[in-house]
């Protein structure tokens, strides 16, 4: 101040923005993040000071927060700025600069950079898959509607299969019949033996075989329940009369009983934490 000859009461303070030259003349106004600003001394009134910064004379401008202090170009608009190379020295706020940059960073990945365009004519190889005809695609074929058209059986290439598995048939319309890479037609030889013996089916409704593993021989009382009458499992003894029975069977009868009554001597109050497991009988 003292070399540009300013005293603090006859001088003010200019804040203008770096890329766009316009001067921030509301106190209220807010200033964008990352923006750049360039702050001056100059005198009250606008005087030029003898120095070799400038002061242009300051007046409120008609209508919004700042004014262009200097002859800059226009800013450039969001579709230029797209496709400018060298953003950081392009005129334009620093907002649409990131939304440029952004545009600019997703424009090779957009969808239509990837769409195929649907070919009008096939290539010369390809066949149509209906009619077997060559030059149109089986969308655009002239059969289709024509609900008396039988379309062509396809024939399966024998890929992936060994020539030493395969054998060679003469007629192309034999079954399971395949197209080689010589232009023969062959069948796999493990087919040709299950098409020559034929598939055998079982007559439905047939009366179930008896099987051989089960004996007719009578099975002994004492293996038997004496409840539900049938093969003991997981044989155990109550206390009161020392009779066997299945442990499920008897557990169940305690416990339904509203006494705890046995079923074979009717002593009353038999618990069946009683019961001792028959380990000989467990083990026939």
Known sequence: MAREKLKAATSDLQISNAQTGAEYTDDNALIAKNSSVIVRRIPVGGVKAAGKTSAIGRTEPVSGTSKTIDDSPAPLSLAQLVKTDNLAAANASEEDKIKAMMMQSCREYNPINYMTKPWDTPPPS?????????????????????????????????????????????????????????????????????????????????????????????????????????????????????????????RTALLESEEHTCPTCHQTDVSPDALIANMFLRKV
Do not use: Q, W
């Open 126 to 250: 390809y066949i149509c898959f209906r009619c077997g005809k060559p030059g149109h695609y089986i969308k655009n074929c002239p059969t289709n509607g024509d609900k008396n058209f039988e379309p062509f059986a396809r024939i399966k290439k024998s890929t992936g299969i060994p020539r030493s598995f395969m054998m060679e048939v003469k007629d192309p319309n034999t079954k399971g019949a395949m197209l080689t890479k010589s232009g023969t037609y062959a069948i796999p030889i493990i087919n040709a033996e299950a098409y020559a013996r034929g598939k055998k089916e079982k007559p439905p409704f047939l009366p179930a075989e008896p099987s051989s593993s089960f004996s007719e021989d009578p099975v002994p009382d004492e293996l038997l329940r004496l409840i539900c009458k049938e093969i003991m499992t997981d044989a155990a003894v109550i206390p009161c009369c020392g009779n066997s029975y299945c442990d499920e069977c008897i």
